[in-house]
């Protein structure tokens, strides 16, 4: 049981590539949630899902798309990278109305983008 | 809306003093509160939730949390604090299908 898994670990990106974040969870959660975590800011939510097929902005959506094609993924994408996009980026899983929906987390990714 | 604050960027203890790490609220309705610590290059690990029932909640690595409705808060807090217990802490409060996160709290123990 891995519980919830990031990839990749680190990534460094120049102005205006793309790249895809994926996160995987193994403990057939419904909820998938995608943060963002910068110095004195906390964690501040991009995208989440609550469920297969369905999406939602957070609070800082811009710049970011996600995709939930299977249960148990949950894609990020940045499509054109902004030095504004460094930060360390936290994927997260709960189960609705168990355990008060606790969250999960996976052990981050790390984007730099010069 | 619902969230929460984190009053002190960082707290310093002597290791084997009690420790308290402050986190007040605003919400509507009956809170769900979380406590979650976030160690070096890691991400972030649950210790504790108040959801209802007894205002002092006990949560892993010997961590408890006490809910005040009148002063809306739930500060946490140890009796005997560790060296290991350096880290960063992370009040949340659950809105609809989601947490709002307060800005983090740095613990730091010295020997």
């Known amino acids: 049981n891995a519980g919830v898994t990031q990839t990749p670990k680190f990534r460094v990106l120049k102005t205006g590539q793309s790249m895809t974040l994926l996160c995987a969870q193994d403990?057939?959660?419904?909820?998938m949630y995608w943060y963002r975590q910068d110095p004195g800011m906390g964690l501040r939510l991009i995208h989440y899902s609550v469920g297969e097929g369905t999406t939602a902005k957070g609070e800082v959506p811009d710049g970011y798309n996600v995709s939930r094609l299977k249960k148990q993924n949950f894609l990020l994408g940045l499509e054109s990278a902004a030095p504004s996009q460094t930060s360390v980026y936290f994927c997260a899983s709960s189960y609705p109305g168990y355990m008060g929906e606790t969250q999960y987390f996976g052990p981050g990714t790390r984007l730099l983008v010069l | 809306a619902q969230s929460v604050a984190q009053p002190e960027d960082q707290v310093n203890v002597a290791e084997g003093n009690p420790l308290t790490v402050k986190c007040t609220y605003s919400v509507s309705g009956n809170p769900y509160l979380f406590w979650y610590v976030q160690y070096p290059n890691r991400g972030l690990q649950f210790l504790l939730k108040y959801i209802t029932g007894d205002n002092l909640v006990k949560g892993s690595y010997g961590f408890e949390a006490e809910f005040n409705k009148s002063q809306t808060s739930f500060h946490l807090k140890k009796p005997s604090a560790l060296v290991s217990d350096s880290a960063l802490y992370f009040c949340a409060v659950k809105n609809t299908d989601k947490l709002i996160f307060g800005t983090g709290t740095r613990l730091q123990v010295f020997p």
């Open positions: 403990m057939n959660h419904e909820y």
